[in-house]
């Protein structure tokens, strides 16, 4: 009888040992031994097109620095759920992303480099219309020397950046009433862009009518306030409550939509320098991965709206020539800004 009892107990402390062993092999390194947490804001819209990015970064961080950094990726709803948030940094639904990193409640986000050009306005010169040939000569400017040297401009407001992103591609125009197959047609057009001065002379160059407006509120408004009639967007962006309010998809390509992988400068610095390298390591691959599933989801997104029955609409060729021509002058306006040399050296980056 003893002899079953003893069997039986040491049977349980084994099982017991192999239990628990198990439940600490399961359990993320980030969950026991994480000396730093970064929280990852995802705080625009739609956030599926910011996730995948996040997700990536966390997975490979997480992994390469055997758990010494955790990430939080959070929603703008959890985030209010987990961390008090005075009300200076809310924005109706949203949230401002750029401030609550500059303060240090966060530590990272992915944001448009339109809203970093406020702290660094050479950003802005990314918005110079046809400023790119290709896919592969912004690759070359966004990740060479140039990239780095605009993306350091951000450093004196606490904000340090990491890597351009896409978060869409191409710019295109959502229109409500007609379509845009003419340079004419953009004429008296009441058009939401970006808060950035450059689009902002782009289309009063060509005759229309602007209101500056963060790209999460813009579609709530058209047709309502402000009369506005067309709305930059992209092929990725252009969800169903775009198709309701703006039924028309313009295929302007008129320049690139950009976003920036950043991290708060302070909490950036303090880290070992090993970590560091980490983050920088981790941030270039997962924008790799993002600008090349950007261009896939417009690929399959072109293919799908014929089938929908949506109005996909180019110009032709010789008009976006035309426009071209028309804005030139866009870029001797902004000259004193950015510098001639600056939009030298990414027009002739090969």
Not at 193 to 222: C, W
Not at 244 to 265: E, R, Y
Not at 298 to 310: F, I, S
């Amino acid at each position: 009888m003893r002899l079953n009892v003893v069997l039986a107990m040491s049977v349980t402390m084994i099982l017991s040992m192999g239990l628990s062993t198990r439940a600490e092999e399961v359990t993320p390194p980030s969950a026991t031994k994480a000396k730093h947490t970064i929280r990852w804001l995802l705080a625009h819209e739609p956030a599926r097109v910011f996730l995948r990015a996040a997700k990536q970064f966390k997975e490979e961080i997480e992994r390469e620095t055997k758990g010494e950094i955790a990430v939080e990726v959070l929603t703008v709803s959890e985030y209010l759920a987990k961390y008090k948030t005075p009300d200076s940094y809310k924005k109706g639904r949203l949230l401002d992303d750029v401030a609550l990193l500059r303060d240090g409640r966060i530590e990272m986000t992915q944001t448009y480099t339109t809203e970093l050009g406020h702290l660094n306005p050479k950003l802005w010169v990314l918005d110079l219309p046809f400023l790119f040939r290709s896919h592969d000569h912004a690759k070359t400017v966004l990740d060479g020397e140039i990239g780095k040297g605009i993306l350091a401009g951000l450093d004196k407001n606490n904000v340090h950046g990491l890597a351009f992103t896409y978060s869409g591609g191409y710019r295109v125009l959502a229109s409500k009433d007609r379509p845009i197959n003419s340079v004419e047609s953009i004429k008296g057009l009441t058009v939401r862009i970006s808060r950035s001065p450059v689009a902002k002379a782009t289309f009063e160059t060509l005759g229309a009518k602007v209101v500056g407006m963060d790209h999460d509120l813009a579609i709530q408004n058209i047709g309502s306030q402000n009369g506005i009639t067309a709305a930059e967007t992209t092929f990725a962006r252009y969800d169903d409550n775009t198709k309701k309010m703006a039924p028309i998809l313009n295929d302007t390509q008129h320049s690139l939509f950009l976003t920036s992988m950043v991290v708060n400068k302070g909490f950036f610095d303090a880290l070992p320098a090993n970590l560091q390298k980490a983050i920088a390591t981790a941030t270039k691959n997962a924008a790799a991965t993002e600008r090349s599933d950007s261009l896939a989801d417009e690929a399959d997104l072109r293919k799908n709206y014929g089938v929908q029955g949506l109005q996909l609409v180019s110009m032709p060729a010789a008009e976006k020539e035309k426009m071209k021509k028309l804005v030139a002058p866009v870029y001797k306006k902004f000259t004193p800004m950015f510098g001639a040399s600056l939009i030298a050296d990414i027009q002739k980056a090969q």
